[in-house]
């Protein structure tokens, strides 16, 4: 067999390969928005700092209300403007749906199985119409209100003891931290989980999650250096939170089963999340049946969202 318009089409397809990535990425970058310099390798990530939301306003009063900044290998578009915001959040709402895969939270929520995690798509509608229609709907809102009302009743009255016991100023950050930790708790669980009581320090446990999920992770950005996670602890450490949270839901879905089983119910006791979502579960009133990772990743979802500024 004759090679030699083999040789010459080579160096004829470089040319084309070159030629079309010339005008595809001019054409492109005509298109993109303005992007400070960034540095081989980490892109901009040099520029966030400490304080990320103090640095992204800097660059924008530079760079305009919409920048694209590249941290590592990703490509991040900024919005600072309210007209920027509505175009991404209303007129593109589509395109700009989906997440970026994080790997931390892929662990964490038994492959981004919640709301906040999961791609858009088919899966995301149904378990988003499930947390607004059976959990987080205005009826069922104020089925609680018994339950909100006695833990303020009690916070006031450990307030009133200290006060009567002591006549040193009162730090009230903690007494909403509990308050707050034990209405979330008996709505979505059933009861208050501490380590007295139950054995279980929930509190500690989802510290540790929500403390991880706002962890840096530099294998997302920059994939050819995860493996710096490992010499950091940081993999050991999402693995042994994964399991102390699938341990405790476990032990709760179970503790939620029996009772259901022997109808230990008080006549108009409303039920918890976690009973609803058990309820729910084959799929007979939804028309979408869930597995039990995602009921525990759902409940997860809700417990981000309500303990992210929780102490």
């Known amino acids: 067999m004759d090679l030699t318009w083999y040789a010459l089409l080579i160096p004829l397809f470089f040319f084309l390969h070159k030629y079309c990535y010339y005008f595809s990425t001019s054409n492109n970058q005509n298109k993109l928005p303005p992007s400070p310099t960034k540095l081989p390798i980490i892109g901009n990530l040099h520029q966030l700092g400490t304080l990320p939301h103090r640095s992204l306003h800097k660059l924008s ?14 490509p991040v578009l900024v919005a600072s403007s309210v007209q920027a915001a509505r175009d991404i959040m209303k007129t593109h709402d ?5 997440r970026p895969k994080s790997s931390l ?11 906040g995690f999961s791609p858009y798509g088919e899966y995301w509608r149904q378990i988003k119409s499930i947390v607004v229609l059976h959990l987080l709907s205005n009826k069922r809102v104020q089925s609680y209100r018994n339950i909100r009302e006695e833990e ?12 009567d016991s002591s006549s040193s100023v009162i730090d009230l950050r ?24 139950s054995g279980i320090d929930a509190k500690a446990i989802l510290a540790e999650f929500v403390q991880l999920l706002g962890t840096f992770n ?6 050819w250096l995860k493996w710096v ?60 049946p869930l597995q039990r990772d995602s009921l525990k990743a759902i409940l997860l979802g809700i417990f981000k969202r309500l303990l992210i500024d929780l102490c």
């Open 229 to 288: 996670n490992k010499i950091t602890g940081l993999n050991t450490k999402v693995e042994k939170v994964a399991k102390k949270l699938d341990t405790f839901l476990e032990r709760v879905m179970e503790e939620h089963i029996i009772r259901n089983k022997k109808e230990e119910y008080s006549t108009g006791e409303a039920k918890d999340f976690v009973d609803v979502l058990l309820e729910i579960q084959n799929g007979k009133e939804t028309g979408f």
């Open 152 to 163: 303020t009743s009690n916070m006031i009255e450990k307030i009133r003891q200290e006060c």
């Open 174 to 197: 903690d007494h909403f931290c509990f308050l707050t930790g034990n209405i979330i708790s008996r709505v979505a669980l059933g009861r208050i989980y501490n380590e007295r009581e």
């Open 61 to 74: 009063e530079k760079h305009g209300p919409v920048i694209l900044l590249h941290l590592g290998s990703k």
């Open 105 to 115: 939270a892929d662990r964490l929520f038994y492959g981004s199985k919640d709301v």
């Open 218 to 223: 530099v294998g997302d950005y920059i994939p």
């Open 94 to 98: 589509l395109v700009c749906s989906n």
